[in-house]
């Protein structure tokens, strides 16, 4: 049943106090966390290859769980390895096929009765199962996907109940590191028997100018008492502060009662906000809807949800306009897991990524190749990134196969529907995507259907796919049915397909670009690999992809593409392409016979070898976080009013005296001349929308200073200098933060060092970490896609100069953690971070 409430728009004082507390999470107010207090064991395939037998009675709520390992969530089974040469790079060599159990008693009061209690979950890998107190409550098997169970039937008020989950990767194929368990938060959700659905709230803003905001919210009420009931609905808006707090009203809405039949009920409402903040990328202000139920004068339920006021338009001619201005849209792909913490969620890892991109210039993600975590799009709400939703990286045929192939018929619309209801409230999210280089691309029918599905749920939105054979796609006329063209990599027939009437008023752009590869710090001369390593100067990608100023000359050759998502923003466990032996690289190459069967050769050759490389290569910023020098490329040119300038590679070369060491410089000014030991090497200048990086190709090495100085319309612009360093002499540390507060973390960057505090490169000593007071260890990394060593071990090897400790705060305590490092030879390092 469907209502409409005209509902009056009460403008408030600017310096009204709010009204609200801090909310838990978006959604219905009665939320908690369910993270704590886990049990769990791993059966069927162990990590050392082995294989354990899952006992029939794991879901009975009488099983016998003691031995049990005890957790808390988010967890990520297979990401404490060990890593083993046998298993397969793509996957990062990590053993995460296994059958997982995991168990939590909990008590709920008898003073809820009448509630209605669900559990959700924000994602669980994979093949999910959920029974509580032996009673089967229902599945759901893409481990991408968030979903709710209700336990209402099954609850026992005023005892011990036993929540089960089985999680089966086994059943599940990837080509990246997948992760393995609940690998994402928890909750547990607690309602009246009236309530706001789950993502029960739809809100769009259709009309908008600097002097008001028309905002249309769809309420969908869930009444599950049986019978008719009267309720009035409430919602108030306010500006949104840090996180999850509330700054002033800006509306409120009239109460009116409604009827409501039994089931689920579709309400209309519509509000007003004057002189409205707008979101944008510089300045992402957003609000938040206060939805309140009441039934017989009683709370039956409060709903929190998410929304920004912007307008969006993507054009074939004149790009993406945000707002009415145009927005060259530079983007990252990233897949979701966070280095050396795996696939486990946490706010703070992934704030630090973005943080980073930030940094560089970047302003869009993609979701590559699945749903996000919700937090990702929180961030992106607040700190102005605009976000590719992704679905699928499989229809109805897989790439691999256990795959979504398998799950597509039964569940391809119900994962569609969760991700557009979950995310569409987000002002971050601009585009829906179907799929990426699935195998069905150029099927008219299934890209129709999936794109209408997603139409159907919110028409607000374009939706897109990725496609690795656009002129099949485009030929087939399935591009015809997406409102939005994605191509990979392939651009060679733009110009016809821009002629062709079918596709000249399709807007494009570049869905994954450049596929960039190199190792951080590493520099080869007469190659670009050498010990699985692949050379920093920027110039190696696999042969469907292209430098990054190649792209930059492509995207300046289409001015009217909308930009670009390049591949990959960080580092990646798993696929470490090029000495990764991943057959799907074979799909790019589906249309050119002689290409693949040169990449079927190497891929046979790599499978002899047996590479031990565990994450891939394609990153700009590597997979401890650490910028490569392609972060001061993207930043040069996406950041062009910002000074900057980077040199490229080190100067610690004395093998290579009076030979030649070739000199890289990046920078955002236009100009630049090169000084070794104060001696001019020469000025060049750039070449507009050819030049994306100065080179000097002949320079003779001498130990001393390299310096570079560019300029802008001839003017002085920005200085880097380069030094031969003398040899390591001690560890220092420098945390991202100075307190811990809550369950962040503290990601803590070790530097070798000369004595004169310069970083000493191709340095690679083994290095052990302490940390005493409140604090505890959870995992140490170094960039390094070889390296062998676990993530929860105390000793780390530094690679070229670098490592990092990450650090978290002991379960209520407080006060001053001390992380210390140590190395042979080496002056310890230290540093603190306060627990309050």
Same mark, same amino acid.
């Given at each position: 049943?469907?209502?409409?409430?005209?509902?009056?728009?009460?403008?408030?004082?600017?310096?009204?106090?709010?009204?609200?507390?801090?909310?838990?999470?978006?959604?219905?107010?009665?939320?908690?966390?369910?993270?704590?207090?886990?049990?769990?064991?791993?059966?069927?395939?162990?990590?050392?290859?082995?294989?354990?037998?899952?006992?029939?009675?794991?879901?009975?709520?009488?099983?016998?769980?003691?031995?049990?390992?005890?957790?808390?969530?988010?967890?990520?089974?297979?990401?404490?390895?060990?890593?083993? &040469?046998?298993?397969?790079?793509?996957?990062?060599?990590?053993?995460?096929?296994?059958?997982?159990?995991?168990?939590?008693?909990?008590?709920?009061?008898?003073?809820?009765?009448?509630?209605?209690?669900?559990?959700?979950?924000?994602?669980?890998?994979?093949?999910?199962?959920?029974?509580?107190?032996?009673?089967?409550?229902?599945?759901?098997?893409?481990?991408?996907?968030?979903?709710?169970?209700?336990?209402?039937?099954?609850?026992?008020?005023?005892?011990?109940?036993?929540?089960? /989950?089985?999680?089966?990767?086994?059943?599940?194929?990837?080509?990246?590191?997948?992760?393995?368990?609940? $690998?994402?938060?928890?909750?547990?959700?607690?309602?009246?028997?009236?309530?706001?659905?789950?993502?029960?709230?739809?809100?769009?803003?259709?009309?908008?100018?600097?002097?008001?905001?028309?905002?249309?919210?769809?309420?969908?009420?869930?009444?599950?008492?049986?019978?008719?009931?009267?309720?009035?609905?409430?919602?108030?808006?306010?500006?949104?502060?840090?996180?999850?707090?509330?700054?002033? %009203?800006?509306?409120?809405?009239?109460?009116?009662?409604?009827?409501?039949?039994?089931?689920?009920?579709?309400?209309?409402?519509?509000?007003?906000?004057?002189?409205?903040?707008?979101?944008?990328?510089?300045?992402?202000?957003?609000?938040?809807?206060?939805?309140?139920?009441? /039934?017989?004068?009683?709370?039956?339920?409060?709903?929190?949800?998410?929304?920004? &006021?912007?307008?969006?338009?993507?054009?074939?001619?004149?790009?993406?306009?945000?707002?009415?201005?145009?927005?060259?849209?530079?983007?990252?792909?990233?897949?979701?897991?966070?280095?050396?913490?795996?696939?486990?969620?946490?706010?703070?890892?992934?704030?630090?990524?973005?943080?980073?991109?930030?940094?560089?210039?970047?302003?869009?993600?993609?979701?590559?190749?699945?749903?996000?975590?919700?937090?990702?799009?929180?961030?992106?709400?607040?700190?102005?990134?605009?976000?590719?939703?992704?679905?699928?990286?499989?229809?109805?045929?897989?790439?691999?196969?256990?795959?979504?192939?398998?799950?597509?018929?039964?569940?391809?619309?119900?994962?569609?529907?969760?991700?557009?209801?979950?995310?569409?409230?987000?002002?971050?999210?601009?585009?829906?995507?179907?799929?990426?280089?699935?195998?069905?691309?150029?099927?008219?029918?299934?890209?129709?259907?999936?794109?209408?599905?997603?139409?159907?749920?919110?028409?607000?939105?374009?939706?897109?796919?990725?496609?690795?054979?656009?002129?099949?796609?485009?030929?087939?006329?399935?591009?015809?049915?997406?409102?939005?063209?994605?191509?990979?990599?392939?651009?060679?027939?733009?110009?016809?397909?821009?002629?062709?009437?079918?596709?000249?008023?399709?807007?494009?752009?570049?869905?994954?670009?450049?596929?960039?590869?190199?190792?951080?710090?590493?520099?080869?001369?007469?190659?670009?690999?050498?010990?699985?390593?692949?050379?920093?100067?920027?110039?190696?990608?696999?042969?469907?992809?292209? %430098?990054?100023?190649?792209?930059?000359?492509?995207?300046?050759?289409?001015?009217?593409?909308?930009?670009?998502?390049?591949?990959?923003?960080?580092?990646?466990?798993?696929?470490?392409?090029? $000495?990764?032996?991943?057959?799907?690289?074979?799909?790019?190459?589906?249309?050119?016979?002689?290409?693949?069967?040169?990449?079927?050769?190497?891929?046979?050759?790599?499978?002899?070898?047996?590479?031990?490389?565990?994450?891939?290569?394609?990153?700009?910023?590597?997979?401890?976080?650490?910028?490569?020098?392609?972060?001061?490329?993207?930043?040069?040119?996406?950041?062009?009013?910002?000074?900057?300038?980077?040199?490229?590679?080190?100067?610690?070369?004395?093998?290579?005296?009076?030979?030649?060491?070739?000199?890289?410089?990046?920078?955002?000014?236009?100009?630049?001349?090169?000084?070794?030991?104060?001696?001019?090497?020469?000025?060049?200048?750039?070449?507009?929308?050819?030049?994306?990086?100065?080179?000097?190709?002949?320079?003779?090495?001498?130990?001393?200073?390299?310096?570079?100085?560019?300029?802008?319309?001839?003017?002085?612009?920005?200085?880097?200098?380069?030094?031969? +360093?003398?040899?390591?002499?001690?560890?220092?540390?420098?945390?991202?933060?100075? %307190? &811990?507060?809550?369950?962040?973390?503290?990601? &803590?960057? /070790?530097?070798?060092?000369?004595?004169?505090?310069?970083?000493?490169?191709?340095?690679?000593?083994?290095?052990?970490?302490?940390?005493?007071?409140?604090?505890?260890?959870?995992?140490?990394?170094?960039?390094?896609? +070889?390296?062998?060593?676990?993530?929860?071990?105390?000793?780390?090897?530094?690679?070229?100069?670098?490592?990092?400790?990450?650090?978290?705060?002991?379960?209520?305590?407080?006060?001053?953690?001390?992380?210390?490092?140590?190395?042979?030879?080496?002056?310890?390092?230290?540093?603190?971070?306060?627990?309050?």
């Amino acid at each position: 049943m469907r209502f409409f409430l005209s509902l009056l728009a009460v403008i408030l004082c600017c310096n009204s106090a709010p009204a609200q507390s801090p909310f838990t999470r978006l959604g219905n107010a009665g939320t908690a966390s369910f993270d704590e207090g886990w049990l769990f064991k791993r059966y069927g395939l162990q990590p050392d290859g082995s294989r354990l037998e899952e006992p029939s009675q794991a879901a009975s709520a009488t099983f016998n769980d003691q031995d049990w390992q005890r957790l808390s969530l988010p967890h990520d089974w297979a990401i404490t390895g060990p890593f083993r &040469i046998d298993l397969a790079g793509e996957t990062g060599k990590l053993p995460w096929k296994g059958i997982g159990w995991y168990r939590k008693h909990f008590n709920i009061p008898a003073a809820d009765a009448g509630k209605m209690i669900f559990v959700d979950f924000d994602g669980a890998m994979a093949y999910a199962e959920i029974w509580l107190n032996g009673q089967y409550v229902g599945t759901w098997p893409y481990g991408y996907t968030s979903f709710r169970m209700d336990l209402t039937p099954y609850i026992r008020l005023g005892k011990e109940n036993v929540l089960a /989950v089985k999680l089966n990767t086994e059943k599940w194929d990837s080509r990246w590191y997948p992760g393995a368990g609940i $690998y994402r938060h928890v909750w547990l959700v607690k309602t009246g028997k009236v309530q706001v659905a789950h993502w029960g709230t739809y809100i769009t803003t259709p009309k908008v100018t600097t002097q008001a905001a028309a905002v249309k919210m769809a309420v969908t009420v869930a009444n599950e008492t049986g019978k008719p009931v009267t309720a009035v609905l409430q919602t108030d808006v306010y500006e949104a502060g840090t996180g999850n707090t509330f700054k002033k %009203k800006v509306a409120t809405v009239e109460n009116k009662p409604v009827d409501l039949a039994a089931g689920n009920n579709n309400i209309d409402v519509a509000v007003t906000i004057r002189n409205p903040r707008i979101w944008r990328i510089e300045t992402p202000s957003r609000y938040f809807a206060v939805t309140t139920v009441l /039934v017989n004068g009683r709370k039956a339920d409060t709903y929190y949800s998410t929304f920004g &006021i912007r307008t969006l338009e993507f054009t074939a001619r004149n790009g993406f306009l945000l707002n009415g201005k145009r927005v060259a849209i530079q983007g990252v792909c990233n897949h979701h897991d966070l280095g050396a913490l795996g696939a486990a969620m946490n706010t703070s890892a992934l704030k630090r990524q973005l943080a980073l991109l930030k940094e560089m210039g970047a302003n869009a993600i993609r979701t590559s190749h699945n749903p996000p975590a919700p937090e990702l799009l929180a961030l992106a709400d607040e700190m102005g990134f605009l976000v590719w939703d992704e679905a699928f990286d499989a229809w109805k045929h897989g790439k691999k196969k256990n795959d979504y192939n398998k799950l597509y018929d039964e569940w391809h619309e119900k994962d569609l529907v969760a991700l557009v209801h979950r995310d569409r409230n987000h002002p971050s999210v601009v585009i829906w995507s179907i799929g990426n280089e699935v195998m069905d691309q150029r099927d008219v029918a299934m890209t129709k259907e999936l794109a209408g599905i997603m139409r159907r749920e919110d028409p607000t939105r374009p939706v897109s796919n990725g496609y690795n054979d656009p002129d099949g796609g485009r030929s087939s006329g399935a591009v015809q049915g997406l409102d939005l063209m994605g191509v990979n990599y392939f651009f060679g027939q733009q110009p016809k397909w821009d002629a062709d009437p079918r596709y000249a008023n399709m807007p494009t752009m570049g869905s994954e670009t450049s596929s960039c590869v190199s190792s951080r710090g590493e520099y080869f001369f007469g190659t670009n690999r050498r010990n699985w390593q692949i050379s920093s100067y920027d110039l190696d990608h696999p042969g469907w992809g292209c %430098k990054p100023d190649e792209q930059f000359r492509t995207n300046a050759k289409f001015p009217h593409l909308l930009g670009e998502f390049v591949w990959t923003g960080f580092d990646y466990l798993g696929e470490p392409t090029p $000495y990764g032996s991943d057959e799907t690289n074979l799909l790019n190459f589906r249309n050119d016979p002689s290409k693949r069967a040169e990449l079927e050769k190497a891929l046979d050759e790599l499978q002899k070898n047996k590479p031990p490389s565990r994450s891939s290569y394609f990153g700009i910023i590597d997979l401890a976080g650490f910028p490569k020098d392609r972060f001061y490329l993207y930043q040069s040119h996406w950041r062009p009013d910002h000074p900057m300038a980077h040199i490229l590679p080190h100067w610690n070369w004395q093998e290579r005296i009076d030979s030649i060491v070739p000199v890289h410089v990046y920078t955002s000014g236009d100009e630049a001349e090169l000084f070794l030991n104060g001696k001019s090497l020469g000025r060049k200048k750039k070449q507009a929308g050819k030049d994306f990086r100065l080179v000097w190709d002949a320079v003779q090495y001498q130990p001393g200073e390299l310096k570079v100085v560019a300029y802008k319309n001839g003017k002085y612009w920005a200085t880097d200098v380069v030094k031969t +360093t003398g040899d390591a002499a001690k560890l220092s540390l420098n945390s991202n933060v100075t %307190k &811990i507060i809550g369950d962040e973390l503290a990601f &803590i960057t /070790v530097r070798v060092e000369d004595q004169n505090n310069r970083m000493v490169p191709r340095s690679h000593p083994k290095i052990r970490f302490r940390v005493e007071g409140p604090g505890e260890l959870v995992a140490t990394d170094n960039g390094d896609a +070889t390296s062998f060593e676990s993530f929860q071990s105390p000793e780390k090897s530094a690679y070229n100069g670098m490592a990092l400790v990450i650090v978290k705060a002991k379960k209520g305590a407080k006060g001053l953690v001390r992380i210390k490092a140590e190395a042979d030879g080496l002056t310890m390092g230290l540093t603190t971070v306060s627990v309050d």
